[in-house]
């Protein structure tokens, strides 16, 4: 059974940072792409980042290019998103999601990070509130 459990979510002043964890189980990295997406009150989800251990790919939606950064653990099957200088409108639920994914494949990513309805598994999401 695929679980995708993530953690780190919390309350933070606008400029701060959160470091959110993706911890999966039931599946091996080098066969999934992750994606972190959000979803803010009242708007729909939307892709936020997305890494590939496989080909290497990385995603970050534009709004979150040079502020959020994803990797992963090469010891355990986690993913992390750093997010450094949090704005009012990073506010919302962020979920994990897993797509399997080709090997060999060329910048998955691209193609998934964009897209929370293409994704195979979802977690339950983390709450990320970032006052003004």
């Known amino acids: 059974e695929v679980q995708l459990v993530e953690s780190g979510g919390g309350l933070v002043q606008a400029g701060g940072s959160l470091r959110l964890s993706c911890a999966a189980s039931?599946?091996?990295?080098?066969?999934?792409?992750i994606a972190w997406f959000r979803q803010a009150p009242g708007k729909e989800r939307e892709g936020v980042s997305c890494?590939?251990?496989?080909?290497?790919?990385?995603y970050h939606a534009d709004s979150v290019q040079g502020r959020f950064f994803i990797s992963s653990d090469h010891a355990k099957p986690t993913v992390y998103l750093q997010m450094n200088s949090l704005k009012p409108d990073d506010t919302g639920v962020y979920y994990c999601?897993?797509?399997?994914?080709?090997?060999?494949?060329?910048?998955?990513?691209?193609?998934?990070?964009?897209?929370?309805?293409?994704?195979?598994?979802w977690g339950k999401g983390t709450l990320v509130n970032v006052s003004s």
């Open positions: 890494f590939y251990r496989s080909d290497g790919s990385i």
């Open positions: 999601a897993a797509k399997a994914a080709p090997r060999p494949a060329v910048n998955f990513c691209s193609l998934y990070g964009p897209y929370p309805g293409h994704s195979d598994f």
């Open positions: 039931g599946l091996i990295l080098e066969d999934y792409a």
